[in-house]
Structures are given as structure tokens and as C-alpha cells.
């Protein structure tokens, strides 16, 4: 979930328009203090608005399959030389989320 908010917040068009909830992530998950009782705050929202919105949700689930597809699993069957059936694409999420959940930030890989 860090990379997924790492991602998101680190492009500018997305903050611009206001385009965090179509990633499923919350505005305050992008400029989140340090500061503990906040951090509580913003977890205790997060899961209210993953409870009552189902289409924030579902954005949110598709943006960490697609990451994991992406810097988990494919890396990982390139390893051991192993293929599966459609080869890991992700081809369940459009062309502008896809390009800001492959975009590594300065301190990624």
C-alpha cells in the first residue's frame, strides 16, 4: 500500500485534478504526516471509506494487483524461467493508471 500512495502522490496530474480516489487512494494518504494520532485518523478513515464505497474499492484493489503483477509475480516467474497463461499483463486497468502505477519515484526500483 506504500507503493501504491508513493505512486500516486509523487504525480503532479493526479493531484492537480483531484484523481486519488480513482486509484483508490484517500487525498491525506498523499500528504500524510508523521504524526501518530493522525496516522490513526487516516487509518480509521481509510477503512470507513473502503467499507462504504464500493467503486473507491474496487480501484484500490485493482491498483495493488496490478502492482503486485508488476514487482512481484512477473519478476519473480522471469527468475525461475516460468510462464503463465496470458503471461501476468494487466490489461484490467486503463492506460493512464497504468502509467502512474509503473512510474518508480526517486528512492524505487
Do not use: H, Q
Not at 10 to 36: H, I, M, P, R, T
Not at 42 to 68: G, S, V, W
Request: include cysteine.
Amino acid at each position: 500500500e506504500e507503493l501504491l500512495v508513493g505512486r500516486v502522490g509523487g504525480v503532479g496530474w493526479v493531484k492537480k485534478y483531484g484523481e486519488e480516489e480513482s486509484f483508490g487512494v484517500l487525498k491525506a494518504e498523499c500528504s500524510s504526516s508523521n504524526d501518530e494520532s493522525d496516522e490513526e485518523e487516516l487509518e480509521k478513515k481509510l477503512r470507513e471509506t473502503i467499507k462504504i464505497n464500493p467503486l473507491f474499492r474496487m480501484n484500490r484493489a485493482e491498483c495493488l494487483l496490478c502492482l503486485f503483477l508488476d514487482t512481484v509475480e512477473r519478476p519473480k516467474l522471469e527468475l525461475l524461467g516460468e510462464g503463465v497463461t496470458g503471461g501476468s499483463e494487466v490489461d484490467f486497468i486503463d492506460a493512464d493508471r497504468l502509467e502512474v502505477l509503473r512510474t518508480a519515484n526517486d528512492g524505487e526500483d
